[in-house]
Nanobody, 115 residues
Framework: QVQLVESGGGLGQPGGSLTLSCTTSGVTFPIYDMDWHRQVQGGERDLVAT???????NYHHSVEGRFTISRENAKSTVYLQMNDLKPEDTAIYYC?????????WGKGTLVTVSS
């Protein structure tokens, strides 16, 4: 059974930092490309950052220079380090695993940025 479990969400201060984790099971993690997406209430789910199986990364322009995606294959886990948080980063953050047309989603973790 495939499971993706996000953690690390919560309340962050503007200008502060949070680190999200997504731990997977039931997938051969090293061969999967991994994404972080986010969705604000009433909005669409947007791609935030990607890391492929080789470790190459891409970011949405709104988070470039502030967020860092990384992966630890030995722990089947992908991370999203979020620095210099802004109120507009408030959303539910989801991780997604992709391989050969297969997609698996986590259930999300809520990040709220507020003073």
């Amino acid at each position: 059974q495939v499971q993706l479990v996000e953690s690390g969400g919560g309340l962050g201060q503007p200008g502060g930092s949070l680190t999200l984790s997504c731990t997977t099971s039931g997938v051969t993690f090293p061969i999967y490309d991994m994404d972080w997406h986010r969705q604000v209430q009433g909005g669409e789910r947007d791609l935030v950052a990607t890391i492929n199986s080789y470790g190459s990364t891409n970011y949405h322009h709104s988070v470039e220079g502030r967020f860092t995606i990384s992966r630890e294959n030995a722990k089947s886990t992908v991370y999203l380090q979020m620095n210099d948080l802004k109120p507009e980063d408030t959303a539910i953050y989801y991780c997604k695993a992709n391989y050969g047309g297969l997609e698996h989603w986590g259930k999300g973790t809520l990040v709220t940025v507020s003073s």
